[in-house]
Structures are given as structure tokens and as C-alpha cells.
């Protein structure tokens, strides 16, 4: 780099840029708080919904799935499989509750988490809130 | 009395870098575990399931790095400070409490279903656990943040009543972000949306952010080293390139807040600045292979001024261009989510922050051993086999994954009659069987590694020509 262009010019532009970085994502930040709940559709987290995110992290299903593309990729998308099981709670319970203990054969298998009727209702509910929120028409198809 | 190193106390940083490579090894094991399961679903089911093995995985990852991190800090700042490091025994102290609480996380991951794990540990009360890369128990991540708050006290105690460089004060500002980021584990709102945007102020602002400060300061120190080019050069490249990682780094954690519920204008600030993060990792590049040329001497140890270069370059292709075929809101419309992003992960995860580790390790471990500047040129050659055999690996299993995910993309997001999900997996299983033969290839490259440490020659080692004068300590 040319002489006339300084450590200490260096040090300047590292310092100005890192904090008016920070400063306006900060901003940004900010800004998406007050625009989040138009967005979120915070008002139907019921107590819930709440349990059900508990209870998809005490299960560490983001270990196999992705939540909004986030997480593993080894299992399907389920921000949206509300809506790829026709608005249908009841087959996400089914599909939870009815999982081989042993697996199957050759073939990738959800464990069994032997989750109480209460417990899958509130799973349900939150899969539910989760493919209400607004995601920019986020993913591209049904299949996820 | 170690007469290769400059200060006695740097000898701390040996235990941390021996625990990464032994977690590292324990890590790749993990990972063929994985991949098997890709293609073989029901291996070690029910006893190991997918996301316990991918959870070892990616957190023994983690934890390697940050014993990586700590031993290059233990062992450059007391060089760069010019003074023994402030306490070596709370060094060693910390190093026993970080392996042993990390060590047990492991073993309750392996040793009991995740729930149950929550449950005794007390998830209750501050519920931490069961989000991607944070799935350690609640204790455990306070047990994380004592150990780095007394790591940091240590070093900054140490910098700040030594030499200042741009250097160690580089360093340090990492180490303290790393710190304060972290700190945003403990925050997990009911509200999904907030969980995850505030999520990735500890995953993209540590990777993309005050990471490459380390990874900077570590590649800068290791430059001086073996290259001999003036201080004052060196240190002007590490502003500007770090300058460049958070210009474009810290707005550009906007390309995770696409499609989480966030507002529309971060598909435009994710978009543009995030597809401006390759230049610091192209300047990274430019900058070791500048200074590699202009060397004003050439120093014994050889293979670590190869691992230097590939730290670069590897960077360079994983982060800048791997991720920046991805990053576009309109592509990552199609790829989020896919196997497009475990290939970029990958490659960026191994070329700069494994590499970085395993650069300081080459350049550390003769003097840490008293072998003086450099192993043997027997070891040299055996450590260079292994980085090409992991290095060539590592780019085959991203090139495979990419494959796997273009076409899961093709038939799973844009075909006129999309394919399920697991239908989509099902077709694509050859790139997922070839990925795991290259994976062997990477265990056999990593033994390499670990077997350099113990060849055995009757050769003199070379010679240490290249040491400072007269140990400061002698």
C-alpha cells in the first residue's frame, strides 16, 4: 500500500466505519422492533404457543429441521407445515405421536417423544402461529 | 526451562492446542457418523439420532475453536506485550474448568435424551437450550461465560500493562465482542421472530464479525513471524482489512432477516452488504500473499507459512464465495435452507477459522515443544500431506454439496410439480454417499495430521537460526 496512506488513516477508517456500522444497525434494529408486530402476529402467542416453542427446544427438533430455513437439513421445512397438512392440526399430532420407537427400517425416523395429548396440542398450535407469520411469501412452494 | 520460547509463561497455550486437536478429532468422527445417517437413515437409531450427532458435531466445533482461540492468545500476547503472561496459574485453572464442562455437556448430550437433559439442568428456570449452535444446558453457558470473562481478564491484564500493538489490541477487541455477543444466548423471548433476530447477534456477529478480528490478528502475528516484513506494514493491511469486515459484516447480518418475519427493506441492506463481505477475505488473500513475497527471510518453518497462505485463500473461496452465491435476496429466495448452505458452512467454518487454528498451532507447537523454530523436515512434510489431504477434501465435499443442493432446489423449490421434501433426498443420496467417502478422506488426512507430532528422525532438527536473540527469561 502506497506511503501516503497511513497506519494511522488505516486505524481512523477502522474505527469510523466499525461504529457508524454498528450505530446504524442499531438504528435498523430499532426501526424493525416498531414494524415487527404488524409482521409477527404477536397477539396470537398464547400461553400455548409459548409451550409449544418450549417444547420444540426441550426436543432440539431445530437438530434434524429447519424453522423458516433455519437449522437442520436433514428433516422437512415446518414454518409452513400447517398449511402443507391442509390446516390441519390433528395430522401434526398424528404425525408426532404415531413415530416407531425403533425407527424404520433403512429409513430416516423421527424419535418418539411420547408428548401428552396437552403437550402436542400446544406443538400443534405453535406450528400453527409460526406459519402465520409474515414472511415475505417465504417458501417458494407448499413443499417447503 | 523451555530455551525456544521468548517468555517462559506462553508454555499454557500447549494444553489448549493439544484439547483442540483431541476435540477435533472427536469432531469429524461425529460428522461421518452424520453423514452416514444422510444416506443410511436408521444408523445408531434410536440410540444416537440425527440431531444428537450433528449437536456434538457442530459444538465440539465450537468449543475446539475457542480452545484454539485461547491457546493463540496465551501464546502470542506475552510475545506481542513483551511480558510474562498476568497469571499463567488461572490460565491453566480456566483450561481445566472450560475441558471438564465441556466434556460433560458432551457425554449428557450422548447420555440421555435432550429433554431429560433440559429438565436436569434446570432449562426451566432460563430457558437457553434447543436453538441451533446454542444447545448447550443453561449452567453450561454461564460455566462458558466465567471462563471467557477470566480468559479475557487474564490477556487484557497482560496487554494492558505491556507493549500496546495493533496487534494485541486487535486481538483483544475480538475477544471482548466474542464475550458481549455471547451474552445474547440468554435471551430467548416466546416470540419466534425476536428469538431468532437476536439469535444471530451471537452466530452471524461472531462468525461474521468480531471472529475475523481474531482470525486477523492471529494470521497478522503469524505473518511478522515468518515473513520479517516491517511491523508497521503488516498492521496497516490487519486496519483495513478488519475495517472492511465490519463495514460490510455488521449490516450485513441483514441476509439472515430475509424470510424470518423481518421487514422487506433487509432484503435490500442484507443483500447489498452482505454481498460486499468477500472483499476483506479478498484482501486477506492479497495481503498474506503480498507479504509471503516481499519476506525478508525464510523462516525453517515451512508448513506453517503454508497453512497461513490456505487460511487465505480457503477463506476467500468458503466465506467470500460460497456465501456470495447465496446471498442475493432472489437466489436465497430459492437456497435458504437447502444444502447450498451446509456447503458454504462447511467450507467457511474449515478454510477460516479451523485453518487459522491449525496456522498458529504449526507455527507454535516447535517452540511450545523446544524443538526450536520448526519440527523436522520430516514432520514438515507430513504436516503439509495432511493439509493437502484435508484441504482438497474439504473443497470436494463443499463441491458435493453444492451439487446436492442445486438439485434439491431444482426439484424441491422450482420444478412445475415440486417434490416433497424427503422424495428430493431420495434422488439426490449419490451426492450424500460421495460426500462421506470424501469425509474418509478428511479422517485419514486428520490422522496425517496428528501422526506429524510424532515422526520420529534421526535427522537434526532445523536449525534455530531464526530465534530471537537471548530468551528474555534465560
Keep these: ?144 | 526451562m523451555n530455551t525456544s520460547l521468548q517468555y517462559q509463561s506462553q508454555a499454557v497455550a500447549k494444553p489448549y492446542f493439544i484439547a483442540a486437536i483431541g476435540l477435533f478429532v472427536a469432531q469429524i468422527l461425529f460428522g461421518l457418523i452424520m453423514g452416514l445417517q444422510y444416506v443410511i437413515g436408521d444408523f445408531m437409531f434410536p440410540e444416537i439420532p440425527f440431531n444428537v450427532a450433528r449437536m456434538v458435531h457442530t459444538n465440539l466445533l465450537i468449543v475446539w475453536l475457542l480452545f484454539g482461540f485461547m491457546g493463540a492468545s496465551y501464546f502470542l500476547v506475552p510475545e506481542e506485550s513483551e511480558r510474562e503472561l498476568y497469571s499463567p496459574k488461572l490460565a491453566l485453572i480456566t483450561f481445566w474448568v472450560f475441558l471438564i464442562a465441556g466434556a460433560l455437556t458432551i457425554v449428557g448430550y450422548l447420555a440421555v435424551p435432550y429433554a431429560t437433559l433440559a429438565e436436569m439442568t434446570g432449562n426451566d428456570l432460563l430457558p437457553t437450550m434447543g436453538r441451533e449452535f446454542l444447545e448447550q444446558p443453561t449452567i453450561t453457558k454461564i460455566g462458558i461465560v466465567v471462563v471467557v470473562l477470566a480468559f479475557i481478564f487474564n490477556i487484557g491484564m497482560t496487554v494492558l500493562s505491556g507493549r500496546k500493538t495493533v496487534v494485541s489490541i486487535v486481538l483483544l477487541t475480538g475477544l471482548v465482542g466474542l464475550a458481549v455477543f455471547f451474552l445474547f444466548s440468554f435471551y430467548n423471548p416466546d416470540n419466534l421472530v425476536l428469538d431468532k433476530y437476536f439469535w444471530w447477534w451471537v452466530v452471524h456477529l461472531w462468525v461474521e464479525g468480531v471472529w475475523e478480528l481474531i482470525l486477523g490478528a492471529i494470521l497478522a502475528f503469524v505473518l511478522i513471524k515468518v515473513t520479517g516484513v516491517d511491523r508497521e506494514i503488516i498492521e496497516k493491511w490487519l486496519y483495513v482489512i478488519i475495517a472492511m469486515t465490519l463495514v460490510t459484516g455488521v449490516i450485513g447480518t441483514g441476509h439472515h432477516y430475509f424470510f424470518i418475519g423481518t421487514p422487506e427493506y433487509w432484503l435490500w441492506f442484507g443483500s447489498i452488504f452482505s454481498a460486499l463481505e468477500p472483499i476483506p477475505f479478498f484482501m486477506m488473500t492479497l495481503f498474506a500473499f503480498n507479504m509471503v513475497n516481499r519476506r525478508r527471510k525464510d523462516h525453517p518453518n515451512q508448513a506453517a507459512v503454508l497453512w497461513a497462505l490456505g487460511t487465505a485463500v480457503t477463506a476467500f473461496l468458503g466465506a467470500g464465495v460460497w456465501g456470495f452465491l447465496h446471498t442475493l435476496a432472489p437466489v436465497n429466495y430459492f437456497t435458504h435452507g437447502t444444502q447450498i448452505t451446509a456447503a458454504h458452512g462447511h467450507l467457511a467454518f474449515y478454510g477460516a477459522y479451523v485453518m487459522i487454528v491449525l496456522t498458529i498451532i504449526s507455527y507454535a507447537m516447535p517452540l511450545l515443544r523446544n524443538q526450536g523454530a520448526a519440527a523436522t523436515l520430516k514432520a514438515q512434510k507430513r504436516e503439509k500431506l495432511s493439509f493437502w489431504l484435508m484441504t482438497i477434501s474439504m473443497v470436494v465435499i463443499t463441491l458435493l454439496l453444492t451439487g446436492a443442493g442445486v438439485m434439491q432446489v431444482i426439484l424441491q423449490r422450482m420444478a412445475e410439480e415440486p417434490m416433497s421434501f424427503m422424495a428430493t433426498q431420495d434422488s439426490i443420496a449419490i451426492f450424500y454417499w460421495l460426500r462421506e467417502v470424501a469425509g474418509l478422506v478428511f479422517l485419514v488426512g486428520l490422522f496425517t495430521y496428528v501422526s506429524s507430532f510424532f515422526v520420529k528422525d534421526s535427522e537434526v532438527s532445523v536449525t534455530d537460526y531464526d530465534l530471537p536473540p537471548t530468551p528474555k527469561n534465560s
Design chain 1, 1 to 144: 500500500m502506497s506511503e501516503r496512506f497511513t497506519k494511522s488513516t488505516a486505524r481512523n477508517i477502522y474505527l469510523g466505519g466499525g461504529v457508524f456500522s454498528f450505530l446504524l444497525f442499531l438504528g435498523l434494529t430499532v426501526d424493525t422492533m416498531e414494524r415487527l408486530p404488524e409482521r409477527d402476529n404477536r397477539e396470537n402467542i398464547t400461553a400455548e404457543v409459548a409451550l409449544g416453542k418450549k417444547l420444540w427446544e426441550d426436543n432440539n427438533c431445530i437438530g434434524c429441521h429447519t424453522l423458516l430455513g433455519e437449522g437442520a437439513y436433514y428433516a422437512p421445512e415446518l414454518g409452513n407445515v400447517y398449511t402443507r397438512f391442509g390446516n390441519d392440526k390433528q395430522m401434526i399430532k398424528d404425525m408426532i405421536s404415531s413415530r416407531p420407537v425403533e425407527g424404520v427400517e433403512g429409513r430416516r425416523s423421527m424419535p418418539q417423544f411420547n408428548l401428552s395429548e396437552e403437550e402436542l396440542e400446544a406443538m400443534a398450535e405453535f406450528l400453527k402461529w409460526t406459519s402465520e407469520i409474515d414472511t415475505n411469501n417465504w417458501p417458494p412452494n407448499i413443499e417447503g
